[in-house]
Structure formats: structure tokens, C-alpha cells
């Protein structure tokens, strides 16, 4: 089972700052198998980011995501009053999902 | 409109048991692999159980194996996950999650959860 581990726990910034949230994997994610989902406070999560980079439909593109093997980003390039939210990498592609712990951005 | 609608939550003495239903609109439900994930209060989240587009392969995560069981309805577009043996630590929000799906002859399996439930909340405790 790949093991996500989220940094920084806690991000404080302000609207228009960017964000850099970064997930490690404990081994190689084969096929770039890492998601980023969006959570609002007492909302479902929301898929933002497929295959590492790819977004999902609707997602705007001021998000963005990188990465391969063990380490990848989810980069929010101009934060939005609605982008606070924690956000939780996904490894998928086995019978295995497991979901990092999580990245919190809140308002600075 | 594509929706996931949970259902079936509730307070349930430890030891006790529930059962959760997913509704599914909008989409094939016979062609998507689904699971569900669950969300302890103030936690992250954790997936419980996966089940094939035709339900003959089923995981579950080790925390929940041979006390739930996944299982689905094709004919009612309906998942379902009975729970066993409920203990504390089950307390969380339990959220439907659509998965993989197949077009064709080509399966495109265990992909990332593109459609979430709004949850359902179960609390064991006495």
C-alpha cells in the first residue's frame, strides 16, 4: 500500500498569493495514478486533478498539477476567496486507494 | 444532472449494525465501478470498499474486512454497504464515490473518484 504524505500541513496566505502544496508517495506512483480533490467545510470532496496533471471538468486552470514517481504539486496560481479548502492527494490504479492526509489553506 | 445521494445514517449502539444506501442519477450506473470513503469528525479521508461495475470483485480497506459488505444493485442504480459489528472508531461520515468505468470492450478500472455523495453520518456509541 502507497502511504501520501501531505506538506505543509497549514498554508496562511491571501487572495491573489499563489499556493504550492506538495504530496510525497512512499513508493513510485506508476502512470502518474495521483489525484488532488478539493474539500469546503461540510461539502463532499471535489476531483480538481487526474493523472497528476490533467484537469478535471469544469476545474479553472489557475489550478495546476506536477510531479512523478514519489513527488508531485498541486499549484494554485492566483488564490480565489472560494479556493480556501483543504486539499488531499489520491493514489489510485490498484485495489488499493489511499488518500494523504491533507493540506489546509486558509485565509492569512 | 449526474448525483449521488447517500442515505441510511444514524445513531447505532457499538456492536450494532447499519445499512447505507448510495442512489445513483445521470449516468449508466451498470458501467462505473464505485466505492465508498469515509470521514471520521475533524479527520482526513479513508477509502473502505471497492466493487466492480458488475459486482463480482469487491476489496475492502483491512480496518472494515468481515464486518462490511459492499454490494449493488444494477437494476435500482443503487450501492449499497451493510455494516457489522459497529464499533467507535466506524463514527465518521460515509461518502458514495463513482470509480472507473467501462465503454465498449475497454475498461478503464480503479480510476480517481470523479462524482461524490453528499455523506451520510454514522455514529456508534452508546
Known amino acids: 500500500e502507497i502511504v501520501l504524505t501531505q506538506s505543509p500541513g497549514t498554508l496562511s496566505l491571501s487572495p491573489g498569493e499563489r499556493a504550492t502544496l506538495s504530496c510525497r508517495a512512499s513508493q513510485s506512483v506508476s502512470s502518474s495514478y495521483l489525484a488532488w480533490h478539493q474539500q469546503k467545510p461540510g461539502q463532499a470532496p471535489r476531483l480538481l486533478i487526474y493523472g497528476a496533471s490533467s484537469r478535471a471538468t469544469g476545474i479553472p486552470d489557475r489550478f495546476s498539477g506536477s510531479g512523478s514517481g514519489t513527488d508531485f504539486t498541486l499549484t494554485i496560481s492566483r488564490l480565489e476567496p472560494e479556493d480556501f479548502a483543504v486539499y488531499y492527494c489520491?493514489?489510485?490504479?490498484?485495489?488499493?486507494?489511499?488518500f494523504g492526509g491533507g493540506t489546509k489553506v486558509e485565509i492569512k | 444532472e449526474v448525483q449521488l445521494v447517500e442515505s441510511g445514517g444514524g445513531l447505532v449502539q457499538p456492536g450494532g449494525s447499519l445499512r447505507l444506501s448510495c442512489a445513483v442519477s445521470g449516468f449508466t450506473f451498470s458501467d462505473y465501478e464505485m466505492n465508498w470513503v469515509r470521514q471520521a469528525p475533524g479527520k482526513g479521508l479513508e477509502w473502505v470498499s471497492y466493487i466492480s461495475s458488475s459486482g463480482s470483485t469487491i476489496y475492502y480497506a483491512d480496518s472494515v474486512k468481515g464486518r462490511f459488505t459492499i454490494s449493488r444493485d444494477n437494476a435500482k442504480n443503487s450501492l449499497y454497504l451493510q455494516m457489522n459489528s459497529l464499533r467507535a472508531e466506524d463514527t465518521a461520515v460515509y461518502y458514495c464515490?463513482?470509480?472507473?468505468?467501462?465503454?465498449?470492450?475497454?475498461?478503464?478500472?480503479?480510476?480517481?473518484?470523479?462524482?461524490w455523495g453528499q455523506g451520510t453520518m454514522v455514529t456508534a456509541s452508546s
Open positions: 464515490g463513482r470509480g472507473g468505468y467501462c465503454t465498449g470492450s475497454i475498461c478503464y478500472s480503479f480510476n480517481a473518484f470523479d462524482i
Open positions: 489520491q493514489h489510485y490504479g490498484t485495489s488499493r486507494f489511499t
